[in-house]
């Protein structure tokens, strides 16, 4: 028997590389960002990035980034996504998630992953949710890897529609995501 353990939703792209300007845009290693310290100019960090994609999975525009510090590991990109699966389009290649940040701050959102017909045969559409792990490859988000995630949807953003505020939570409330339930689309 196989227990899920309850994980935040979550998109996150790992950069690690030279951090560069050019032609007015901060780079690392090859990923365009929204306005990078400029101590930070001309050495090797790591990124936090969340992505924003295309429809086709490629990044879109700047790409707004969380943490960033002084490089320890070796220059790549690494995803870990963990998400409600909207699609899985075996024709086109492309999973469709959506992600409820556990954060007030920042709203729900969708990202589009490539993967090989092999990964997408792995997803069950039975899936509530899904953890990935992939990496960057030109300008498209490529999975690697996938598997059934118990993700719950937080309850502020549970029935939310674009355009509308989250629903308020009680300050010090406690949340029911601890009992397991099933979530369809």
Known sequence: MTVLVSQAHKAVLLVTGWATRQDGRDLVAGVCLRSLPEKFQGTRVTVRVFPSTSIRGSLSGSQPFGHVRSAREPNGQTLEVIARLIRADVADNLLLLQI??????????????????????????????????????????????????????????????????????????????????????
């Open 100 to 185: 409820f940040p556990s954060q007030n701050t920042t709203l729900p959102f969708k990202i589009s992953v490539r993967a090989t017909t092999e990964v997408i045969r792995q997803v069950d559409p039975g899936w509530s949710a899904l953890r990935l792990t992939g990496s960057l490859i030109s300008d498209l988000l490529v999975a690697d890897r996938v598997e059934q995630a118990y993700a719950p949807i937080p309850e502020r953003w549970e029935g939310w529609v674009r355009g509308r505020p989250p629903r308020p939570q009680p300050m010090g409330s406690a949340s029911e995501d601890s009992a397991p339930r099933l979530v369809t689309s």
